[in-house]
């Protein structure tokens, strides 16, 4: 029974609940069995709350059994990546400087997930402030690809990634900023969506770049990321960039997939050089599945994604070195020498040295550098128009496609400590995925078959509030080539020591 809980998908797990069996709290049990099995060795979770999870899933099925008709995903475990706020758990967004940090109160997204029912199971692992692109700026430990132990599993949020991949819950919340949602969805041959921006709030969630940031769903199928999407989609007052508009139809976009006489734009500055010919035969292989099924493809140039990287590298530090002033040892979190002889700004100094680590302090470096009097128009300003740059490329490539496809990351999973010593090599690796933070449209990662036994995903962008068009290619492309388990998940027998072996 509880490989066939571990391995279904979040919408069957939805109308088996809502039939009474197996219960909520039966799926909940076998998943959180699972996260104690495989947890020692992936390490996807900051925390685990078992017992709250059962009571959740208790009063689910309670309601169920009282006859309340609830929502597809109603009863159905969920992981949330540890930079959402959510009074039961700590928010640590994996930093020494909110170690222990209980948020007085829930993100929205907590608040819808909860309204629809889901059973928040944990939190889980990501880079330091979702800074980074393997988790292995976590201050909690890396964690590991399903697929290959040895191998990262991509970051930012690849705890979230990580924790489908090993059928340790059936959905996931992660947050995008510069690729953190694609970027691990890529390594580890899951489902993973980049809203519009301003489509998913942002209210309670651990502020990295506000300009830049997007929470959204993360699963292992195209359809059961669509429900989540439509669970956590839609205006938020309280966040003053949440978009006023109906959700776009998701839901029915990964239940037609139909791509018949869509506009599919190859973009040329996203491929070719630089990407491994693995990844780029996969790429094609996407191309030609979509052709298959209906789909017009051509090619188009973008010439100014070949600046997004730079000039990400330039508004999204500035934006953090502001955003991170707050954890200035006085109002919460970590405080260290706080002795009666110290300053006020000793403290501040000696809580700021030790409670970041070495890529948040470099991005605070970089990014109060770029805004400091005299440099502020020559780096943030002229980053600013390169965005603006970006969004015309950006318009001028949808006026002639419905969607622009590309590689994810121009490379499969890389060895745990083999990148991490070369900021600048993590940096660039995110080229694909950096152009829609820039200019805030709607791109997800879909997997499409391995390489070499490692995940390739495919990245489809579409235009902002056009986010449906991203389930529609996603779900041709599933038709084409299904889910996938990783070899450590497709006997969820497999004891811990089986695997490191
Ligand atoms: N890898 C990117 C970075 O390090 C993306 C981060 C993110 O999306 N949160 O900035």
């Not at 692109?133 to 290959?148: H, I, K, L, Q």
């Amino acid at each position: 029974m509880s490989t066939v809980i571990l391995t279904a998908t979040a919408a069957q797990l939805g109308e088996w609940i809502a039939a009474g069996s197996p219960t909520s709290v039966e799926v909940t049990q076998a998943f959180l069995d699972r996260i104690e099995q495989v947890e020692p060795t992936v390490n996807a979770f900051i925390s685990v709350d078992a017992e709250g999870a059962l009571a959740q899933a208790a009063r689910i099925d309670e309601r169920i059994a009282a006859g309340e008709q609830l929502g597809p995903l109603a009863g159905v475990p969920i992981g949330v990546k540890d930079l959402l706020c959510y009074q039961a758990l700590p928010t640590t967004a994996a930093s020494r400087m909110l170690e222990n940090w209980t948020p007085p109160y829930d993100a929205t997204i907590i608040e819808r997930l909860l309204e629809a029912g889901l059973v928040i199971v944990g939190k889980t692992n990501l880079d330091e402030f979702a800074m980074g692109s393997t988790t292995e700026n976590s201050a909690f430990g890396v964690t590991r690809n399903p697929w290959d132990v040895e191998r990262v599993p991509g970051g930012s949020g690849g705890g979230s990634a990580a924790a489908l991949a090993a059928l340790e819950v059936p959905l996931a919340i992660g947050t995008d900023t510069g690729g953190s949602i694609r970027q691990p969805a890529s390594f580890t041959g899951t489902v993973g969506v980049k809203p519009t921006y301003g489509g998913t709030s942002r209210y309670g969630v651990v502020a990295m770049a506000s300009s830049l940031d997007q929470p959204g769903p993360c699963a292992r199928t195209v359809a059961d990321a669509a429900l989540l999407h439509q669970v956590i989609a839609g205006h938020d007052p309280r966040d003053s960039t949440s978009v006023d508009q109906p959700v776009p139809p998701v839901v029915e976009a990964a239940t037609s997939g139909d791509v018949k006489g869509l506009r599919v734009g190859i973009v040329r500055e996203l491929e070719g050089e630089g990407f491994a010919p693995e990844v780029m035969e996969r790429f094609e292989a996407a191309v030609a599945a979509l052709r298959e099924a209906g789909a017009e493809v051509v090619e188009v140039e973008c010439p100014n994604f070949a600046h997004a990287v730079s000039a990400y590298y330039l508004v999204m530090p500035s934006e953090v070195s502001s955003n991170l002033s707050r954890y200035d040892a006085m109002r919460y979190g970590l405080r260290v020498g706080d002795d009666g002889e110290n300053s006020t700004e000793q403290v501040m100094r000696m809580t700021r040295g030790a409670g970041f680590g070495p890529e948040v302090k470099r991005r605070i470096i970089i990014g109060t550098y770029a805004l400091s009097s005299g440099y502020y128009d020559a780096y943030y300003g002229s980053a600013q128009k390169v965005r603006t740059l970006i969004q015309r490329d950006f318009e001028a490539a949808f006026a002639d496609c419905d969607v622009l496809i590309s590689p994810t990351v121009p490379s499969t999973a890389w060895k745990l400590g083999e990148r991490i010593d070369d900021p600048l090599a993590l940096y660039a690796s995110d080229l694909c995925t950096i152009p829609s933070n820039m200019a805030g449209n709607a791109s997800a990662s879909f997997p499409f078959g391995q390489a070499s036994g490692l995940p390739v995903g495919v990245q489809v962008m579409a235009p902002p509030m056009a986010d449906d068009r991203l389930y529609r290619v996603g779900a041709a492309l599933e038709r084409v080539m299904p889910v996938a388990l990783a070899p450590f998940a497709s006997d969820p027998t497999q004891s811990t020591q089986e695997v490191q072996a």
